[in-house]
């Protein structure tokens, strides 16, 4: 079975440019997380969709925005893109939005900012 | 404010050498805790979730253990391929089922 699947890979962008991340999440699967890791830290919250709907926002600006497509693929949007947005983009699935789940975790997109 | 703390920030070990990771939380109705291994320039993968004080989950040399205010994942006699960043998160008690994670235990098994 395919796991979450993220892409691109690898994505190199200069400053103010706008950048579009894609997630299909585990066959099934109805929710998808975002997350961001700067190198040497742990992941940080972005968003939550569950069956399209927002769930959740971390404390991110309003550069970042996020939607759920009705096959629950997702997409990840940054505007205006500044140096310190350079990270690992993960995005993490789970099968609903119950009490005992456990989200699942692609591969990532390393954005560079340059 | 930090709501997970894990320590040793790094940690070397000599292949064989067991050893104890640990990872405290500060949040308060806990939902649940989770262990996961990321290795360099990779996604983090699940090992273990905990929900309840005393409960111990183990997956060939790892045992992962919780209390009321932290968790320890046991290596026991590691090999190189142990060698990873192991990321511990907790599940606040929100509606929605978001992780926060610590900055991660980085471990180097030498053969």
């Known amino acids: 079975d395919a796991g979450v699947t993220q892409s691109p890979t690898h994505l190199i962008k200069t400053r103010g440019q706008h950048v579009t991340l894609r997630c299909s999440p585990i066959s099934g699967h109805k929710s998808v997380s975002w997350y961001q890791q700067v190198l040497g830290q742990g992941p940080q919250f972005i968003f939550q969709?569950?069956?399209?709907?927002?769930?959740g926002r971390g404390n991110f600006p309003d550069r970042f925005s996020a939607r759920q497509f009705p096959n629950y693929s997702s997409e990840l949007n940054v505007n205006a893109l500044l140096l310190g947005d350079s990270a690992l983009y993960l995005c993490?699935?789970?099968?609903?939005?119950?009490?005992?789940?456990?989200?699942?975790f692609g591969a990532g997109t390393r954005l560079s900012v340059l | 404010e930090d709501q997970v703390t894990q320590s040793p920030e790094a940690l070397r070990l000599q292949e064989g050498e067991s050893s104890s990771l640990n990872c405290s939380y500060t949040v308060s109705g806990l939902r649940g805790l989770f262990w996961y291994r990321q290795d360099p320039g990779k996604g983090p993968e699940f090992l273990f979730t905990l929900y309840s004080a005393g409960e111990e989950k183990e997956k060939e040399r790892l045992k992962a253990t919780l209390t009321k205010k932290e968790s320890f994942l046991h290596i026991t006699a590691p090999k190189p391929e142990d060698s990873a960043t192991y990321l511990c998160?907790?599940?606040?008690?929100?509606?929605?089922?978001?992780?926060?994670f610590g900055k991660g235990n980085q471990v180097v098994v030498i053969p």
């Open positions: 969709y569950y069956e399209k709907e927002e769930r």
């Open positions: 993490a699935s789970e099968g609903s939005s119950g009490f005992k789940n456990i989200q699942y």
């Open positions: 998160a907790v599940q606040e008690p929100y509606g929605n089922n978001r992780l926060a």
